[in-house]
Protein backbone atom coordinates (compact mmCIF):
# COMPACT_ATOMS: atom_id res chain seq x y z
CA UNK A 1 0.00 0.00 0.00
CA UNK A 2 1.95 3.18 -0.93
CA UNK A 3 0.65 6.71 0.24
CA UNK A 4 0.07 8.68 -2.84
CA UNK A 5 -0.87 12.22 -1.13
CA UNK A 6 0.38 13.15 2.38
CA UNK A 7 -1.30 15.98 4.24
CA UNK A 8 -0.69 17.34 8.06
CA UNK A 9 -3.95 17.58 10.24
CA UNK A 10 -4.07 21.18 10.13
CA UNK A 11 -4.64 21.72 5.93
CA UNK A 12 -7.56 18.40 6.23
CA UNK A 13 -9.18 20.33 9.24
CA UNK A 14 -8.92 24.18 7.07
CA UNK A 15 -10.23 22.31 4.37
CA UNK A 16 -13.08 20.87 6.11
CA UNK A 17 -14.05 24.01 8.28
CA UNK A 18 -14.50 26.23 4.70
CA UNK A 19 -15.88 23.17 3.13
CA UNK A 20 -18.59 23.24 5.27
CA UNK A 21 -18.98 26.65 5.99
CA UNK A 22 -18.01 26.86 9.61
CA UNK A 23 -15.23 29.41 9.36
CA UNK A 24 -17.45 32.39 11.31
CA UNK A 25 -19.15 30.01 13.96
CA UNK A 26 -15.35 29.22 14.81
CA UNK A 27 -14.80 33.03 14.64
CA UNK A 28 -17.67 33.13 16.84
CA UNK A 29 -16.43 30.60 19.65
CA UNK A 30 -12.82 32.06 19.50
CA UNK A 31 -14.43 35.92 20.08
CA UNK A 32 -15.67 34.33 23.45
CA UNK A 33 -12.87 32.29 24.76
CA UNK A 34 -10.81 35.12 24.11
CA UNK A 35 -13.03 37.52 26.64
CA UNK A 36 -11.37 35.62 29.67
CA UNK A 37 -7.79 35.81 27.95
CA UNK A 38 -8.22 39.88 26.96
CA UNK A 39 -10.11 41.18 29.99
CA UNK A 40 -8.88 38.98 32.89
CA UNK A 41 -10.53 36.80 35.60
CA UNK A 42 -12.55 39.99 37.74
CA UNK A 43 -14.32 40.83 34.65
CA UNK A 44 -14.95 36.89 33.28
CA UNK A 45 -16.40 36.38 36.91
CA UNK A 46 -18.49 39.42 36.71
CA UNK A 47 -19.77 38.00 32.98
CA UNK A 48 -23.04 36.21 33.19
CA UNK A 49 -23.27 35.64 29.53
CA UNK A 50 -21.88 36.02 26.32
CA UNK A 51 -23.34 35.64 22.68
CA UNK A 52 -23.04 36.82 19.13
CA UNK A 53 -25.86 37.77 17.31
CA UNK A 54 -25.90 39.77 14.21
CA UNK A 55 -22.22 41.10 14.15
CA UNK A 56 -22.71 42.39 17.83
CA UNK A 57 -21.21 40.62 21.07
CA UNK A 58 -24.33 40.82 23.97
CA UNK A 59 -22.70 40.80 27.35
CA UNK A 60 -24.53 40.05 30.49
CA UNK A 61 -22.82 41.60 33.11
CA UNK A 62 -23.14 41.53 37.17
CA UNK A 63 -21.77 44.48 38.02
CA UNK A 64 -22.58 48.18 36.68
CA UNK A 65 -19.43 49.33 37.51
CA UNK A 66 -17.40 47.08 35.12
CA UNK A 67 -20.34 47.77 32.38
CA UNK A 68 -19.51 51.40 32.76
CA UNK A 69 -15.93 50.79 32.15
CA UNK A 70 -16.04 48.49 29.61
CA UNK A 71 -18.38 51.16 27.60
CA UNK A 72 -15.95 53.74 27.74
CA UNK A 73 -13.55 50.88 26.42
CA UNK A 74 -15.63 49.32 23.26
CA UNK A 75 -13.54 50.53 20.10
CA UNK A 76 -10.87 49.10 21.38
CA UNK A 77 -12.27 45.94 22.82
CA UNK A 78 -13.77 44.97 19.34
CA UNK A 79 -10.66 45.39 17.79
CA UNK A 80 -8.73 43.27 20.32
CA UNK A 81 -11.45 40.37 19.63
CA UNK A 82 -11.44 40.67 16.33
CA UNK A 83 -7.65 40.37 16.60
CA UNK A 84 -8.44 37.54 18.58
CA UNK A 85 -10.54 36.00 16.01
CA UNK A 86 -8.38 36.19 13.34
CA UNK A 87 -10.79 37.85 11.30
CA UNK A 88 -13.74 40.70 11.48
CA UNK A 89 -16.55 39.12 13.42
CA UNK A 90 -18.75 41.68 15.22
CA UNK A 91 -19.14 45.45 14.59
CA UNK A 92 -20.72 46.57 18.20
CA UNK A 93 -20.57 45.41 21.99
CA UNK A 94 -23.85 45.48 24.20
CA UNK A 95 -23.71 45.38 27.71
CA UNK A 96 -26.26 44.81 29.44
Known amino acids: MERKEVK???SLLE???RAYNLEDGLAEYRIMKSWRELLGVSV???TRDLSVRNRKLIVTLHSSVIRNE???MKESLIARLNAAAGKSV???IVLR
Open 70 to 72: LSM
Open 44 to 46: SKK
Open 15 to 17: EYV
Open 8 to 10: KIN
Open 90 to 92: IDD
